[in-house]
């Protein structure tokens, strides 16, 4: 995929954010409603979009190897949600052992690895394929805010408190850069 696709994908998705009828229908027939916007994929591939909200974020891990330069193989104290999925994503693709962890149960794998992620959080990995492409919806203005998003408005600063030995999200959207590399 291009980068001219991949940007016709994003601005895609991003109108759809804002246009219900568009959202229903990538929701139900992604593949249908992306090749509607002009965007063509080989006939044997499946894509599906998963919709991000207050308290559910999926994660896709590309299909290509992360380069060196993206990789992260240890998180900092109040590490951000970019690092964390970059971390997430050089693991997965690095050690079978935690790839595993983080295929059973991601939230406890993260856990083990003295990472807080919120109250409530639900994390589903995707896993890009050369069949498969997963895209992810962000979250709508219209989702409620989360504790830390909340705490963040308020105090206007990023991330929760320092609890003892674990990591907080430092909750930021990922980059154009992160976007990019999980659409390939």
């Known amino acids: 995929m291009n980068k001219k696709e991949q940007i016709k994908i994003a601005e895609t998705i991003a109108q759809a954010k804002e246009d219900p009828a568009l959202k229903a229908e990538m929701l139900l027939h992604p593949k249908k409603a992306l090749e509607k916007a002009g965007i063509s994929f080989p006939n044997e591939l499946q894509i599906s979009i998963h919709e991000n909200t207050f308290n559910h974020y999926h994660l896709v891990i590309p299909h290509h190897k992360l380069d060196k330069k993206q990789q992260i193989?240890?998180?900092?104290?109040?590490s951000s949600l970019e690092e964390i999925c970059r971390f997430i994503i050089t693991e997965w693709q690095n050690n079978g052992?935690?790839?595993?962890?983080?295929?059973?149960?991601?939230?406890?794998?993260?856990?083990?690895l003295g990472?807080?992620?919120?109250?409530?959080?639900?994390?589903?990995?995707?896993?890009?394929?050369?069949?498969?492409?997963?895209?992810?919806?962000?979250?709508?203005?219209n989702d409620q805010l989360d504790e830390l998003e909340l705490r963040q408005v308020a105090g206007g600063k990023g991330g929760g408190h320092h609890n003892g030995p674990h990591r907080h999200f430092r909750s930021e959207?990922?980059?154009?850069?992160?976007?990019?590399?999980?659409m390939r």
């Open 73 to 78: 193989h240890q998180l900092e104290e109040n």
């Open 97 to 112: 052992e935690k790839k595993s962890a983080f295929k059973k149960n991601p939230i406890e794998a993260l856990e083990k």
């Open 115 to 141: 990472v807080k992620p919120p109250k409530n959080l639900q994390l589903q990995i995707h896993e890009n394929t050369e069949n498969q492409m997963h895209l992810v919806m962000p979250k709508t203005q």
């Open 173 to 182: 959207g990922p980059s154009e850069q992160v976007m990019s590399m999980f």
